[in-house]
């Protein structure tokens, strides 16, 4: 296995490269070169700091039958390495395959097969970094604005930076008026081959960009070809049997049992469970409705006739709590959007607090407020772990494998696939038919008529 360099070194390595002004394109082929270098060093216990190193290097590369071009463009890229530590270059390679009788001097080099422009490029784009990260942090400031002016989740926001974070490292804080096409086809490709991630990520990636480009940068992609995808692997979800899922609820406390009892009952998805209010609740119906689920839709779903007695108890438990907070000088629940702007005082509301509420009161940034969030989903995550653990189960539970156990019991008892789509609220029935591989699939009997049916 590869050893792999530390991120600070190979970050300031990219960033030197985009200060000489190499192209983008070229860049992965030095990097490729630097890596090996330094899992060579690293194995053959050679000093990667010292330029002696390099001709054992080449030598190593020469054993390999690798072409002149490719042992000079290796060359190359460890003495940009060498430029960055401060040291001074060794002539590449032995006897009939030396560059000449002497080194080459690294920026004619680099300017041969890489177009660097004049020295005074470098000192000219350094005293520019201060501007392009300023430019960056309004670029990002932007980002940020434009997913909450759309009203999209905090988890978007949260991943959407991230990638953009993660894309702006890659790129060494390259100038973003000048970003293009290409070079997001290099980092996708480049989270493909050699971060390996799975292809939900590199989607993900691809989608957090393609909104960047297009609502901060005034960007459009245009076609991107040729990158490298990630392999997308059949995918089966993990289903509980009955017995399984009664098993974890016995061994969870109040109220974790209440929330994982409404994961597998009611088939929510984790953020959605948590973020439910009181008002959420229809006893009389019968009926659960979530707001602002994933894609900001709404839906609603029968509440289980076993669970209605405890979520009942449980509110007159949340009620009780919500009087000690008002008499002790609370401010209300945390709200959304605008909604406190709209309705005042809504966050005192009793049909306004969490259903699951926090542990403790928190204060807000500026210190001026006491308020009430819902249950952290680390403690529920910690709360399912040990259950699951002494429940003794042999397969891997997560908060979301009720939710796939709810859909699988559904399909499995002869509800038709679009009621269950409906339930989960999936967009699309393609999505729920993964469901379809996780019951027993069960004989047909043979089809006739229905006139012989009578």
Known sequence: ????????????????????????????????????????????????????????????????????????????????????????????????????????????????????????????????TVSMKEKWEQALTSLTNEIKVRHYSPRTLKSYRGWTLKFQKFICFKNPDFLDTEDVKLFLTHLAVEKKVAASSQNLAFNSLLFFYRHVLGKEFGKVDGVVRAKKRPYIPVVLSREEVHRILLNLPYPYDLVVGLLYGCGLRMFECLNLRVNNFNFDAGILTIHDGKGKKDRTVPISEKLAPQLKSHMDRVYHLHQMDLGSGYDGAFMFDSIEKKYKNAGKQFIWQWFFPGKNLTKTKDGQEIRRYHLHETHVQKALRDAVTRARLTKRATAHTFRHSFASHLLESGYDIRTIQELLGHSDVRTTMIYTHTVKAKPRKEIKSPLDLW
């Open 1 to 128: 296995m590869m050893i792999q360099i530390p991120p600070n070194i190979l970050n300031k390595y990219r960033y030197i490269l985009t200060q000489k002004a190499i192209p983008v394109n070229k860049q992965p082929y030095l990097i490729k070169w630097f890596r090996y270098y330094w899992d060579f060093c690293m194995k053959y216990n050679y000093n990667k700091d010292n330029p002696k190193s390099l001709p054992h290097f080449i030598k190593k590369l020469e054993s390999k039958k690798q072409t002149k071009f490719k042992l000079i463009q290796a060359s190359d890229a460890i003495r940009i390495f060498y430029e960055m530590n401060g040291d001074s270059f060794p002539a590449f390679g032995n006897g009939d395959n030396n560059r000449e009788n002497n080194a080459t001097p690294l920026n004619e080099t680099v300017k041969t097969y890489f177009n660097e422009p004049s020295p005074n490029k470098l000192d000219t784009q350094l005293s520019q």
